[in-house]
């Protein structure tokens, strides 16, 4: 008995040791009650990005709002950033014993949920705003995956790059994410305090990152809700149809006169289409 006892405690306590680890790829915070809602950001993005979002389904949702480690106050991990992410959080599913949770991603957090819903037929329902199966592909003409390493010429760039630069970069992209001039500070310091490593290498995984053949495996009904700028709605829909070409089951609309952060630009749009998935 006595041997079954240290056996016991020895089990418990790697079974701990294992589930912090797992967590330590990410911060969540639970609010509300009833049927499992998972949010991700987007890539250097806080939970607060889902503020209005939250408000109103943890009224009758139980709302699980991630940060991931290198982003805001959550501190970095060691590479490969992507694929431990995922990891830790199809084992946060199961150690919390979640039934058939929705997901809802923007952007990196979009491609996260279509990631996972390719792999594992346990998702409810999957919700992508603003986010693509392929990255890479949308940056870079004939994309391979092949070729996205981590050691290359721009990476060394970013990460040599001095406190004012990456400034002036971060204040730029923030103003191609959002036409609500009022949150492009915001999106500023979210990129000011990434880990700077993180912000190289976690995108660099992002970009390697190709789903548009495997998202052809998800079984879960997917909502692909798109910005219409900087690009102009005919461009998006054509980028958006071809890398979707081989999902089955989806709905798409897009966002008139919104950029990157639609919950910026038109969040009561946003919001009546998110609520509109769950009725």
């Not at 994309?143 to 730029?172: C, G, H, R, W």
């Amino acid at each position: 008995m006595k041997t079954f006892k240290i056996l016991f405690t020895i089990v418990l306590f790697s079974s701990f040791m294992t589930l912090n680890a797992q967590q330590a790829a990410f911060k969540v915070e639970v609010i509300g009650k009833g049927e499992p809602v998972l949010l991700f950001p987007g890539f250097t993005c806080t939970g607060e990005v889902w503020s209005n979002i939250v408000a109103e389904l943890s009224k009758t949702k139980e709302c699980h709002i991630f940060i991931f480690a290198g982003f805001g106050d959550v501190p970095a991990i060691e590479k490969p950033w992507l694929p431990k992410i995922k990891e830790s959080v199809v084992t946060y599913i199961s150690a919390n014993k979640l039934d058939k949770p929705t997901l809802i991603g923007h952007s990196l957090g979009g491609t996260l949920a279509l990631w996972m819903a390719s792999e594992n037929d346990v998702y409810d329902k999957i919700i992508v705003i603003d986010g693509l199966p392929s990255t890479g592909a949308l940056m870079m003409p004939n994309f391979n995956s092949e070729y996205i390493v981590y050691d290359n010429p721009y990476n060394t760039q970013l990460l040599n790059m001095d406190d004012i630069s990456f400034e002036k970069m971060a204040v730029q992209m923030a103003v191609g994410m959002t036409l609500n001039t009022s949150k492009r500070e915001l999106i500023k310091n979210w990129i000011l305090k990434t880990d700077r490593e993180t912000y190289v290498y976690g995108y660099t995984d992002l970009l390697k990152l190709d789903l548009r053949t495997a998202v052809a495996n998800i079984k879960a009904p997917v909502t692909i809700l798109g910005a219409t700028e900087p690009y102009g709605l005919e461009t998006v829909k054509k980028t958006f149809q071809e890398q979707y070409q081989k999902l089955e089951d989806y709905t798409i609309k897009f966002a008139d006169e919104s950029a990157h952060f639609i919950m910026f630009d038109k969040p009561d749009w946003l919001l009546n289409e998110i609520k509109s998935v769950f009725e």
